[in-house]
């Protein structure tokens, strides 16, 4: 990372945001009214059941799509398209298919002008920090969907982007392999310092990773529950069996689950059941 | 795309990596299947050889009649004539530089434009209505036309292998830009790229295995258009050949024509899927890239 120009993380904030699909009976409103502040080099995980709208904010902060309502700010500027500080890692790697890893890597640089010597050894670097020295110069369908991901990650790391958005990179590889992304990416993170807004449907996913948790209902989407993890770190695998680890499980499970909504009328059945028979 | 494939491995998953990387083409079985292949290929080609023989020296006269084919023996010594003769490189040679530009203005355009009516909805709706009218008309319909178009018998005969070669091409260049990953171009704006990077880097390589479909097929249509004008309105060329033979009843060189066509048709076409093949290592004609 050292000759690589420094970071600046960017905060990112969504003021009343509302996103809907379609018009008339068949409008879908995924997003309703969301507001989020996120700090500049915060680690965020945004949780919610399949289909919330998770990836819509994402894509309102990216800059795809236009919203219904509201306003998207990263750092002092309002969003109104895609742009190179705010870098994208979707669930299925978009690497492209004709480049190979170092000209992948390499391809953000190129868009910005800076000379071929020195692009291809920043993402010669980035490439060797995260184990793949030895494949730069395969095509991206030559090697596993892990370090097709790694690969994915770094094009993006290599740009220093203020702020990263992460559509569930990890949810398509096996377990094991999933494990050591997580980590890597915690090391990324602890290098560059940039901000990282992590969607994912993983209750244990977003509690090891996050500085914060933030929980959405079903759809519409709106922000239901919002907590910080205190958790030292580095972490390890050991924070996973912390107790405040299984507390905070317990309080995403149950929002996840049943929603406060629904929470409160079974509370209300159970004790009215305790009281009458 | 789900590329990840169930393994058969009791080892530790990060193996998978070496393993994948590591898996080189097993050369000696691949070199074996080709050379059977091959050899079949001969096998069954001199059987068919063999019996056209026995059915033109017998003449057959069962529903074909083959008392007037020339059999292949008499073809080989019509071949072996026309190999030593200069007529060869003067047909041979009219031919292929139609081919050569024809065909190749009509691949710089249907590939520009078909990229442009891919990308652009208003490209499309200028274009395609009048495009889709003259698709399906035959380009050996076009030549009564080209006739009155073009002052030389040449240019026009050039014109038709143009459109031989133009519809192909275009179509297929329009499905490979339609049919191109959206979230790569998403991806790639996100790094920065502007529309001309776009274009550059993405599109037009995103497209290219279409492109290329295109471009073989386009050659094959292009030759078979060609031939047919040089029968009707040509001087020199594989195809006047032909027909000078059948006016002049010179039936092995009839027979000769055809084939030296078939040979000229199949060349050029594997030069386009070689040239492809060279240019996009990158991509596995089974199962995609991606």
């Known amino acids: 990372m050292s000759t690589a120009a420094a970071l600046r993380a960017k905060s990112v904030s969504l003021n009343g945001v509302s996103i809907h699909f379609g018009e008339g009976a068949h409008a879908v409103q995924a997003l309703d009214a969301v507001d989020l502040q996120i700090p500049a080099g915060q680690f965020v995980s945004i949780l919610g059941p399949s289909g919330c709208g998770k990836s819509t904010i994402l894509n309102a902060i990216g800059g795809f799509g236009n919203l219904s309502a509201g306003q998207v700010y990263v750092g002092d500027e309002r969003v109104h398209g895609a742009g190179p500080d705010r870098g994208i890692v979707f669930q299925q790697h978009t690497l492209l298919p004709w480049k190979t890893v170092i000209t992948n890597v390499e391809f953000g640089l190129k868009m910005r002008g800076v000379p071929a010597r020195e692009r291809r050894q920043s993402a010669r670097e980035i490439l060797e920090q995260v184990g793949l020295g030895e494949f730069l110069h395969h095509y991206p369908h030559q090697l596993s969907g892990g370090m097709q991901q790694r690969v994915n990650l770094v094009r993006v790391l290599v740009n220093r982007p203020g702020v990263i958005l992460m559509d569930e990179p990890f949810c398509s590889l096996d377990a094991q392999t999933r494990l050591q992304m997580q980590s890597m990416l915690l090391e990324l993170w602890a290098a560059l310092g940039m901000t990282v807004i992590f969607v994912t449907h993983d209750v244990d996913e977003a509690l090891f990773l996050s500085d914060r948790v933030v929980v959405l209902s079903r759809r519409p989407a709106r922000v239901i529950d919002e907590f910080s993890v205190e958790l030292p770190r580095p972490r390890t695998r050991e924070a996973l069996t912390d107790p405040q680890f299984m507390r905070l499980k317990r309080r995403s499970l149950e929002q996840l689950l049943e929603g406060p909504r629904q929470l409160s009328a079974h509370r209300q059945a159970a004790a009215s059941e305790s009281r009458g028979v | ?290």
């Open chain 2, 1 to 290: 795309m789900n590329t990840s494939v169930t393994r058969v491995l009791p080892s530790a998953l990060s193996d998978e990596d070496e393993l994948r990387a590591a898996s080189l083409p097993r050369v000696s079985q691949s070199t074996r299947r080709t050379a059977l292949a091959v050899l079949g290929g001969l096998l069954s080609l001199s059987v068919w050889i063999g019996l056209w023989q026995l059915a033109s020296v017998n003449d057959w006269n069962f529903f074909f009649r083959f008392e007037n084919i020339p059999a292949p023996t008499d073809v080989a010594a019509a071949a072996a004539d026309f190999l030593t003769s200069p007529k060869l490189a003067a047909h041979v040679w009219s031919s292929v530089r139609r081919i050569f530009i024809g065909y190749g203005v009509a691949s710089v355009l249907a590939v520009g434009l078909g990229l442009l009516i891919g990308r652009f909805r208003l490209v499309s709706h200028a274009t395609l209505p009048a495009l889709e009218v003259l698709r399906p008309i035959p380009a050996v319909a076009w030549i009564p036309l080209a006739i009155l178009l073009f002052a030389s018998a040449e240019q026009s005969m050039v014109f038709i292998t143009f459109i031989g070669a133009f519809f192909p091409v275009l179509l297929n260049t329009i499905h490979g830009v339609e049919t191109l990953d959206r979230r790569l171009l998403h991806a790639a704006i996100t790094l920065g790229a502007g529309p001309v990077a776009l274009f550059r880097e993405v599109i037009l390589p995103g497209a290219m295995p279409s492109i290329v479909t295109g471009l073989s097929i386009g050659m094959g249509t292009s030759w078979f258009s060609l031939v047919t004008a040089e029968m009707i309105s040509g001087q020199f060329g594989i195809g006047y050949y032909t027909w000078e033979a059948y006016t002049l009843q010179n039936y092995p060189n009839i027979v000769l024509g055809m084939i030296s066509i078939g040979l000229l048709g199949m060349l050029s076409s594997s030069l386009i899927k070689a040239a492809g093949r060279y240019f996009m290592p990158w991509f596995k004609p089974n199962g995609g890239a991606a």
